[in-house]
């Protein structure tokens, strides 16, 4: 079992920077990927950025130069800073971890709220 544990979040104006943070905990393998999801209303989730454990990145096309995702693998903690942020990125985010690029496990998920 792996147990996620989010922080950061909040309400922003657009244009304005936050940044979250996801920290592991349990059985972590050390070849892994964590990242975050993000879910607006009436939307499905959707792959916002990711990180393995090597450092190799994905990002959403809506948040690429405006997102970037690193990790701290002697904390198990993965960031996500997020810049510039608009109205459109207004969602639920959720931080998951994997042994690939699939979900295993999810945080409870933080509000992220952008206001015009």
């Known amino acids: 079992q792996v147990q996620l544990v989010e922080s950061g979040g909040g309400l922003v104006q657009a244009g304005g920077s936050l940044r979250l943070s996801c920290a592991a905990s349990?059985?972590?393998?050390?070849?892994?990927?964590m990242g975050w999801y993000r879910q607006a209303p009436g939307n499905q989730r959707e792959l916002a950025a990711g990180?393995?454990?090597?450092?190799?990145?994905n990002y959403a096309d809506s948040v690429k130069g405006r997102f970037t995702i690193s990790r701290d693998n002697a904390k198990n903690t993965v960031y996500l800073q997020m810049n510039s942020l608009k109205p459109e990125d207004t969602a639920v985010y959720y931080c998951w971890y994997g042994l690939w690029w699939e979900p295993n496990y999810w945080g409870q998920g933080t509000q992220v709220t952008v206001s015009s």
């Open positions: 349990g059985s972590i393998f050390s070849i892994n990927v």
């Open positions: 990180i393995t454990s090597t450092g190799s990145t």
